[in-house]
Each structure stands twice: as C-alpha cells, then as structure tokens.
C-alpha cells in the first residue's frame, strides 16, 4: 500500500514503458483506474490479453477522460500528435507527464498544444531494455533507476510533490534538471553509445561479406554488448537522433576527435598515450561500480541483475521490432 494514489491513471502507449508502468501501479496500487490507449489493435489486443488495465481503447481522447495522471509512454516524434488528441478531453487540474529519452523536443512539441488548466511535468526514467512491446515489460524495471523530472517554469509545486510521489512509490530515485541539460547529459551517457554501437553493427555487417559469418561465430564479449545495444528499437532510436540532434552531434563532433587522436597515437606507436588513456577510462569504470550502478563481474553485472527480477520476460519472450 502507499500513501499516493489516484482515482484514474491513464497510459497513451503500452510497449516496454508503458506496461511496465502498468504493472508497478497495479501492484503498488496506485490507481483506482487504469485506461489504456495505443495506436493499434494488434498491440491493444495484448495488453488486454495481459490484463494490464481496466479499460483499452485506441482513442487516445477516451483514455483521458476523468483522469488524475495521463503518462505518455510514445517514442518522442509522437508526443505532439498525442497531445493534440488528449488537448481537449483533459480533467482540470490533472497531470500530465511522459518518459520520451528527449526533452526539450518533447516539450516544444507538447506544450503549445496542452490547456493551462492542467500541469505538464515532463520525466524520464532512466531504465530500459532493448525489447519492446507489452510483453517486455516487467514491475520492477524503475527499482533503483533514476528517474529525471524536467519541470518547466511555473511548475505547480503540489503536483510536482505528487508526481515525485508515484515515481518513488514505483522504486525510482528522483532528480530535477532543466530540459537542456538533461538533452546534453543523456546525448552523452546514452545517446552516443547506442549510435556506436549501431555504428560498429553496421560496419560488421558490411565487413561479414568479406568474412563469411566469422563476426558472429568468433563475437568476443566486447563485440555481444554492442549487439545488444543495437537491437534497440529502430522507431524509439531514429527518433531520439532526430529529436536531440543538436547535443547528439556534439557529443559526435567530441568523439571524433578524440578517436582520431586515438588513432593518431596508435599509428605512431605512442605506447605512454595509449596507456595513460586506458589507465584513465578504467577509474572512470571503477568510479561506477562504487556508485552501485554495475557489479564486477565479466558479463558486466547483467545476467546477476537480470537473475534477481523476479517477472523479468524471457529474452525469447520479449520482442525486437523488425
Ligand atoms: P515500445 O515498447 O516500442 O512501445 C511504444 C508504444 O508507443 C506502443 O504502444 C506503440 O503503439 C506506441 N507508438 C509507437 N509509435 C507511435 C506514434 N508515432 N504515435 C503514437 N503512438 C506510437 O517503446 P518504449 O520502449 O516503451 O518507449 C516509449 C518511450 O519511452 C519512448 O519515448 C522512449 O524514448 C522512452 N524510453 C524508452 C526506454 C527504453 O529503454 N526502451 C527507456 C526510457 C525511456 P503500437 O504498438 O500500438 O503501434
């Protein structure tokens, strides 16, 4: 039990985000209601099939009706779309969040269309898989995750407390940033990676021609982690590029530089170069296995986390969108 809950919670998508939020609140008891709308049949169909909530319908205007808290669980290129559909069937008073990995975009999009009779708090819990769908999603996925709330000037300081209060109830830990910075953090510590690793999938891919399957057969554990960054949703990703591509391409511009003055010291055998930057980025890993974000072990702590989530989907379970 906890000490907030809200008579009717709506969810305007239902994949990976959205159905787990559906299972915490129904587990945690959040809601006295909770409607379920997204764009297709098909993925309707399943979330009913799943039983995640009380009501489904893919009319994004009905789900909203009477609700205290609509989250918007869409890759981010959606977000001005769906607020355009709910702008007119919202509650006064109600609150209106989203969990898109962008954010000044998300609000430039969403903002203009939203009634000032609502409070529209943007967030981002900083927790995934590389699956999708409402079968991947499990109650557990926000369990000592970050979640980050973006508020926007004028932000009412009630419904700030009280979406702070569902986020904690879910089992995420909170933080406040400004929607730039937010942009330019995760450009960082997200964004770049999963672009690497597409990047390096790619040229694999190319060179798996010349190689003849010897990529996959002989994949170092190096090689695996990009792979599964890689099998990240194809919409959610191309999105989030064209959505924070301004911070994206200067964490690009950053990395290309230093790539070339890595690739400078290898080709003039500058050993002591080499050295002192391995030795430098293996603190930085240190650094976070002290802060608790990883354990120390080969598979970088993934199957032993994997391993304690008790309703985790199994990854042959779980969906990649082809
Ligand atoms: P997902 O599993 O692919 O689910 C996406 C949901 O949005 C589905 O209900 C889908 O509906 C609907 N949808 C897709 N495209 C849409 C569009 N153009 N307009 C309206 N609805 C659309 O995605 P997810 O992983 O839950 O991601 C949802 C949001 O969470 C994204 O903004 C993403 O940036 C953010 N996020 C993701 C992660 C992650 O690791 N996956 C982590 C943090 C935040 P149908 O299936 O009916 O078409």
Same mark, same amino acid.
């Given at each position: 039990m906890s000490d907030i809950?809200?008579?009717?919670?709506?969810?305007? !998508?239902?994949?990976?985000i959205g159905s787990s939020l559906a299972r915490v609140i129904r587990?945690? /008891?959040?809601? !006295?209601?909770?409607?379920?709308?997204?764009?297709?049949?098909?993925?309707l169909y399943e979330a009913r099939e799943l039983v995640l909530g009380d009501s489904y319908t893919? /009319?994004?205007?009905? %789900?909203?009706?009477? +609700?205290?808290?609509?989250?918007?669980?869409?890759?981010? !290129?959606?977000?001005? +779309?769906? +607020?355009?559909?709910?702008?007119?069937?919202?509650? #006064?008073?109600?609150?209106?969040?989203?969990?898109g990995s962008t954010k000044a975009s998300v609000i430039a999009q969403m903002q203009p269309e939203l009634p000032d009779y609502v409070h529209f708090i943007p967030g981002h819990p900083i927790a995934g898989t590389e699956?999708? @769908?409402?079968? +991947? @999603?499990? #109650?557990?996925?926000?369990? /000592?995750?970050?979640?980050i709330l973006t508020p926007i000037p004028g932000t009412d300081k009630k419904a700030l407390e009280q979406l702070n209060a569902f986020w904690t109830t879910c089992g995420s830990k909170i933080d406040q940033m400004d929607? *730039?910075?937010?942009?330019?953090?995760? %450009?960082?510590?997200?964004?770049?990676? =999963?672009?690497?690793? $597409?990047?390096?999938? @790619?040229? *694999?891919?190319?060179?798996?021609?010349?190689?003849?399957s010897q990529v996959i057969v002989y994949s170092a554990s190096g090689f695996r982690d990009f792979t599964r960054l890689a099998a990240s949703d194809p919409a959610m990703w191309r999105d989030v590029c064209? =959505?924070?591509?301004?911070?994206?391409?200067?964490?690009?511009?950053?990395?290309?530089?230093?790539?070339a003055s890595l690739q400078r010291a290898i080709r003039w055998k500058d050993g002591n170069a080499l050295f002192e930057l391995f030795t430098r980025t293996r603190a930085i890993r240190h650094d976070i296995i002290e802060v608790g974000k990883e354990v120390n072990t080969s598979d970088f702590g993934r199957q032993t986390v994997i391993n304690e989530k008790k309703d985790t989907p199994d990854p042959k379970?779980?969906? $990649?969108?082809?």
């Open positions: 809950k809200f008579d009717k919670i709506a969810l305007i !998508g239902i994949g990976l587990e945690k /008891n959040l809601a !006295g209601h909770i409607s379920i709308a997204t764009r297709s049949e098909k993925t893919v /009319n994004n205007a009905e %789900a909203v009706k009477d +609700a205290d808290l609509v989250i918007i669980s869409v890759p981010v !290129g959606g977000s001005g +779309a769906v +607020a355009r559909d709910i702008a007119h069937s919202l509650k #006064s008073g109600a609150i209106v969040t989203d969990v699956f999708s @769908g409402p079968r +991947a @999603g499990f #109650s557990e996925l926000f369990t /000592n995750r970050w979640c929607p *730039a910075h937010h942009d330019l953090v995760l %450009a960082m510590v997200s964004h770049l990676p =999963h672009i690497i690793a $597409y990047n390096i999938l @790619g040229t *694999a891919n190319d060179l798996e021609k010349i190689t003849n064209l =959505h924070n591509r301004d911070a994206i391409l200067e964490m690009l511009g950053r990395f290309s530089e230093d790539l379970h779980g969906k $990649y969108k082809r």
